[in-house]
Nanobody, 123 residues
Framework: QVQLVESGGGLVQPGGSLRLSCATS????????MAWYRQIPGKQRELVAA???????NYADSVKGRFTISRDNAKNTVYLQMDSLKPENTAVYYC?????????????????WGQGTQVTVSS
């Protein structure tokens, strides 16, 4: 079982910054692929940013150049630095871990989720 605990959400003015953190249990964090998702009431959860166990990143088009995902394997933590925030970035942000499960001939990926942290961008 993998436990994820997010922190760092809150209220910020447009143009401001926040850094989200996600602390992960377990001693094999370095092999997980990690991601941040967000969800607005009534809408589907959507991918914001992801980072592989090798450090490759990808971002939703709407956040490219403003958000940065990073990981610290020594601290079992993934971060999301959010700059130049806009009101439309308001959402609950969820941390996601994908743990590889070896199977005969390949692997499966098991998904784990944090409880979410609210980010509100408003003046």
């Amino acid at each position: 079982q993998v436990q994820l605990v997010e922190s760092g959400g809150g209220l910020v003015q447009p143009g401001g910054s926040l850094r989200l953190s996600c602390a992960t249990s377990g001693s094999i964090f370095s092999i997980y692929n990690m991601a941040w998702y967000r969800q607005i009431p009534g809408k589907q959860r959507e991918l914001v940013a992801a980072i592989t166990n090798g450090g490759t990143t990808n971002y939703a088009d709407s956040v490219k150049g403003r958000f940065t995902i990073s990981r610290d394997n020594a601290k079992n933590t993934v971060y999301l630095q959010m700059d130049s925030l806009k009101p439309e970035n308001t959402a609950v942000y969820y941390c996601n871990a994908k743990k590889p499960i070896p199977i005969l001939g390949g692997r499966l990926w098991a998904d784990y989720w944090g409880q979410g942290t609210q980010v509100t961008v408003s003046s």
